[in-house]
């Protein structure tokens, strides 16, 4: 596996690669790799002679400093699972690399209804961080295909409705949400849960899954209601659980007329800040 630390030294090998034919996928992230981001490397190298993976903790997309300060690193193991999965590159550029201070590397961008409601409406100013550092990261890799993951709902249509902004040739892959057996969705930040929050933590997936066993029988504002006050324990604090639509992420009360209907919450619990999501109807 080739590892680079600068943009120029990415830039050759792409090129090299690029001139013999070769097409690139590409999987950002953010390191303290899990199970959830190898599939999408292995999605990656199912469809591209070529598979890059990043790995950087955007600063521009944390809204809460002490979250950023906390944010799981471990660089090295990371690099011997992409080894071990076959991920052809990996990019490991520190700040300065992706934002140079003589760059004007800012990206002004309104994602409009997007970005007003869930992780938008409660994280001020993570989705322009978002699209900023996958903007440059696009000008940087220039794939042909970029996976990611479900378990991010929201970022996922933002990130589509950013390639339609920038007209970008790149195509989005979906990978599906990978999860522990009991239920919990991978993140990197359940390495912060002590064993006690960890114990609980599947009640959030519990919730989800719930409320779609419920379609057939209750309204969705008795659903929401019902999850809610499953999730009401004294361990969490739940920052939202929408149902909405899958397309333009507006909550809504009905399925009727609906193509894509999807449930989603974060919640609070001990240190971390956790999200789910299940797609109720496709
Ligand atoms: P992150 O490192 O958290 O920025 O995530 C990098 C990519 O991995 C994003 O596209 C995420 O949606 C995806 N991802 C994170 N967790 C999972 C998971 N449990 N299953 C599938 N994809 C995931």
């Known amino acids: 596996m080739y590892d680079y630390k600068t943009v120029r030294h990415l830039r050759n ?53 002490a979250d950023l300060d906390k944010y799981p690193r471990t660089t090295e193991r990371d690099c011997a699972m992409l080894e071990a999965v076959g991920c052809d590159v990996v990019f490991l550029p520190d700040v300065d690399e992706v934002y140079p201070p003589d760059m004007d590397t800012s990206y002004e961008v309104d994602f409009g209804p997007l970005e007003r409601v869930m992780e938008g409406a409660h994280r001020p100013g993570h989705f322009a961080g978002v699209a900023q550092v996958l903007k440059r990261f696009l000008e940087i890799v220039e794939p042909d295909a970029m996976y990611m993951g479900q378990k991010d709902f929201q970022q996922l249509t933002i990130v589509r409705d950013l390639l339609k902004r920038l007209e970008s040739k790149t195509r989005l892959v979906m990978g599906e ?66 149902i ?39």
Do not use: W
């Open 13 to 65: 090998r792409l090129d090299g690669f690029r001139k013999e034919g070769k097409t690139i996928g590409f999987v950002p992230t953010m390191g303290a790799l899990h199970e959830g981001h190898i599939s999408l490397i292995r999605k990656s190298i199912a469809d591209s002679d070529v598979t890059v993976c990043s790995i950087f903790v955007n600063p521009t997309q944390f809204n809460v400093a």
């Open 177 to 242: 949400t990978i999860r522990e057996t009991d239920g919990l969705a991978m993140s990197s930040r359940n390495m912060r849960l002590n064993e006690e929050e960890r114990a609980i933590a599947p009640r959030i997936s519990k919730a989800l899954f719930n409320a779609k066993k419920k379609l057939e029988t209750h309204s969705l504002a008795q659903i929401r209601e019902e999850a809610l006050a499953e999730l009401d324990i004294p361990e969490f604090t739940v920052e939202y659980f929408e």
């Open 244 to 282: 909405a639509d899958g397309i333009t992420l507006q909550p809504i009360d009905s399925l009727e007329g609906v193509e894509i209907a999807v449930a989603c919450t974060a919640v609070h619990l001990g240190p971390v800040r956790l999200i789910d999501n299940v797609v109720l109807k496709e």
